[in-house]
């Protein structure tokens, strides 16, 4: 028997108030997405109270970035949100070319959009897998990653990696796009267009699971903004906040797509954004491939060490996870001076203690399953 | 009694568990097989042909894994568990016929003595979750306990209908009594709720709360390894072998059925049944345990009040077989009509949602052929709760 439970017990015996149980939820619980560790106290199946702790996967991002060059920080950004490299590195670079005053080859351009979108599927996909297992679905994670690893095989033969592609460089792009870009693309689209739809029909509208996430885990537009909620997590409280629309990059301002937004803000409207996210991603991507000029995507730095200008520099991108921002400063030497991240699913994950509050513990895992934190980012 | 009856019993008892124990090895590996396939996977492949002996490795690798037993265990507790667990399993097996003469032991009362068998499984879970000394594990063993109890109750009543039809306990005589017409036909409410009843009673999805794995990490079996936990995977197993079974002999007409032999048929009845509880664990998630307990003491039980109701009105006014028909399958549709109510709910509210975001996109529009830049501003909506 738990010592803590035969207190409890005898607490109660002697006429004494319920007393909470202290449960330890992670860091190695299986819902948790990484290393993050809840500690609970419940009354029976009721949370009272919870409380988060981070920092099991912390590697020091953001002083490692001071000891490198400016290329080679690329590769850091891979491991920030390690399920949507593409969108990190992106951020990067365009916080390094801002400073510069860079303009990229409009192939580029149109490349990064489409692979940064078809990370925005892989990266969704993932979440309804993940959310699946944790409403005790094992199918749609099957799907899921079935989709998700399509979109893999294209990064592996545009890229070399599967997941830390390292492709994207300052100024443009590692190097040409496959030959055969076009084909893969024709070959991969109308597959995971099916895969999404797919892992849509089976969850999103199944009665359990809207049993489970309906209404669960609410939280206000006004409360969602002051918590710092960006992405598909504020988008679901109704705020129709994308920074793809409200502050156009790269070459976003020459599509169409909707920006889906949600009602009540809580677990299923995060759900459903995020799949309808996915379907506009497809959209995005339909459009790019049409629009893509020919012409050179590689940087016209080349191998060069840059060595930017003095100054300080902002920028932020519509991760899947939400807004990432990096604010870069510079001293004029080949080494950022400094490097902070502002990273989505760490905002997000502040109001995990509002949202667990008098909640069931089954709910616990949901609520944490919707908010789709990656470890990698929160602790950096 | 002669040395020699005990002596056919244990011979009889060892084949019983003999037979079963392949059975559960079967079971597993079509499980694999057919979630597999649901997922777009081929299962196991690579041990033996179409991975056949997936099932043997499987049983030898948890009989090799070392026995831990956690030093803050209740050393007693958690040793009797697993064998409480899997006797209560087996011994149902007693009295459930294959076919007319083939059965271990029949009795007059099997359905009383199954129903009283079956609840005894929930000690074993409730005895290991406690004795483990785990948290998770103490968890799982109360949600086991108040699962179990509070499905056993429309369980037993839909049973108790069923013997009201065939004016009797005994599972021959009700078959015998089938041979006509299955009583799917005459209670077709009575088998969803003895199928959802009993898939909460052996704890599949989507009520596999007790064991959740993405909530309590093994509920009752977390602190178990090797043997011990094969034994309670083997229980696991058998029950959901005598659900199918026993939804086959009441429902399905057990045994009776052209041309085949009747174990043929009754092996292939119970089998489609474990196929639809592999598919509904291929498809549904996990309830929530206050949805579960809501469903159970809401929906199910007072439906199988109305079961029982109907069944006891047809039998002392002798009306004619359809009218019990009809009567059953009207508690079906309307049940069917609530589900379909709740289930175009979000559809509904999904079109609320579309209508706003046009309005939004057009007034974005308006705003940009205003010539002012639409500022991302938070929209009021009505709060949560």
Not at chain 1, 204 to 212: G, H, K, P, Q, S
Not at chain 2, 103 to 124: H, K, R, T
Not at chain 2, 142 to 160: D, G, K, T
């Amino acid at each position: 028997m738990c010592p803590n439970m035969v207190e409890t017990h005898a607490n109660l015996a002697a006429g004494g108030q319920p007393v909470e149980m202290l449960l330890n939820m992670g860091p190695q619980h299986p819902s948790t997405h990484g290393v993050f560790r809840l500690v609970l106290w419940i009354d029976g199946e009721k949370i009272v109270r919870a409380e988060p702790h981070i920092g099991y996967l912390h590697r020091g991002s953001e002083k490692l970035c001071e000891g490198e060059q400016y290329h080679q920080v690329i590769t850091l950004f891979d491991r920030l949100d390690y399920v949507a490299n593409f969108n990190n590195e992106w951020a990067y670079c365009r916080a390094v070319e801002k400073l510069m005053g860079l303009a990229v080859p409009e192939r580029a351009e149109y490349a990064r959009v489409i692979l940064g979108e078809l990370n925005r599927i892989a990266s969704h996909l993932l979440y309804v897998g993940t959310m699946g297992l944790d409403a005790g679905a094992m199918t749609p994670s099957m799907f899921c990653f079935r989709g998700r690893e399509r979109v893999q095989a294209l990064f592996e033969a545009v890229s070399g990696a599967r997941m830390m592609h390292n492709y994207f460089r300052i100024g443009g792009l590692k190097e040409e796009l496959p030959e055969n870009f076009r084909q893969l693309m024709s070959g991969l689209l109308p597959l995971l267009k099916k895969d999404v739809e797919e892992s849509d029909k089976i969850l999103t509208f199944n009665e359990i699971f809207l049993a489970r996430l309906k209404g669960v885990g609410a939280i206000g537009a006004p409360e969602a903004v002051d918590f710092g909620f960006t992405g598909p997590c504020l988008r679901a409280c109704g705020v129709e906040y994308d920074c793809r629309r409200a502050q156009p990059y790269s070459v976003y301002d020459r599509f169409e797509f909707e920006v889906p937004v949600g009602l009540d803000g809580d677990c299923w409207d995060r759900h459903w954004v995020r799949v309808q996210e996915m379907y506009q991603s497809l959209r995005i991507i339909e459009q790019a491939l049409a629009q893509m000029p020919e012409g050179p995507v590689t940087s016209p730095l080349g191998r060069r060490l840059i060595r930017p200008p003095k100054g300080e520099v902002y920028v932020r991108a519509e991760n899947p996870r939400g807004e990432l921002g990096v604010y870069l400063v510079s001293d004029g030497t080949d080494k950022p001076y400094r490097v902070k991240v502002r990273p989505p699913s760490f905002c997000n994950l502040s109001a995990i203690q509002r949202l667990l509050q008098n909640s069931w513990i089954a709910d616990s895992v949901v609520i944490l399953g919707s908010l789709d934190i990656v470890l990698g980012e929160v602790d950096r | 009694m002669e040395i020699i009856d005990i002596l056919t019993i244990i011979v009889k008892l060892a084949v019983l568990f003999t037979i079963l124990s392949v059975v559960v090895l079967g079971l597993t590996w079509l499980e694999r097989k057919v979630l597999g396939r649901l997922q777009g996977r081929l299962g196991p492949t690579r041990t033996g042909p179409m991975g056949l002996l997936q099932p043997l490795a499987d049983a030898l690798k948890l009989v090799l894994k070392e026995d831990i037993i956690p030093t803050a265990a209740e050393k007693v507790l958690f040793w009797i568990a697993p064998v409480i667990v899997v006797i209560s399993a087996f011994v149902i097996w007693v009295t459930i016929p294959a076919s007319q003469s083939l059965v271990v032991q029949n009795l007059d009362l099997g359905l009383f003595y199954i129903i009283a068998f079956s609840v005894v499984g929930i000690l074993g879970l409730l005895m290991a979750g406690w004795g483990s000394a785990n948290k998770y594990g103490a968890l799982g063993g109360l949600r086991a306990a108040a699962q179990l109890i509070s499905y056993e109750i429309p369980l037993i009543m839909v049973v108790v209908a069923m013997a009201m039809l065939a004016q009797s306990l005994d599972l021959r005589v009700i078959v015998e009594k089938q041979s006509s017409y299955p009583y799917l036909l005459l209670q077709p409410l009575g088998l969803v709720i003895f199928f959802i009843a009993g898939l909460a009673e052996v704890g599949r999805t989507p009520f596999d709360i007790y064991h959740a794995e993405s909530e309590v990490v093994g509920g009752p079996f977390v602190e178990y390894s090797g043997a011990h936990w094969a034994v309670f995977f083997l229980a696991e197993y058998i029950n959901t072998f005598a659900v199918a079974a026993l939804t086959a002999l009441l429902f399905l007409g057990g045994w009776s059925g052209p041309f085949l032999p009747p174990v043929v048929w009754l092996l292939l009845k119970t089998l489609a049944v474990v196929l639809v509880i592999f598919w509904v664990r291929g498809t549904f998630p996990r309830l929530r345990i206050d949805q579960l307990m809501a469903f159970a003491w809401k929906a199910l039980v007072p439906l199988s009040f109305y079961v029982i109701v109907i069944t006891a009105v047809y039998q002392f006014y002798g009306w004619p077989a359809w009218s019990l028909t009809l009567m059953s399958l009207a508690g079906l549709a309307g049940v069917g009509y609530l589900v379909y109510q709740r289930m175009t709910a979000p559809a509904r509210q999904v079109k609320q949602v579309q209508a706003r975001q046009r309005a939004l996109a057009q007034s974005r529009r308006a705003a940009a052929a205003g010539g002012t830049p639409p500022a991302p501003q938070p929209v009021a909506t009505q709060g949560p709760g």
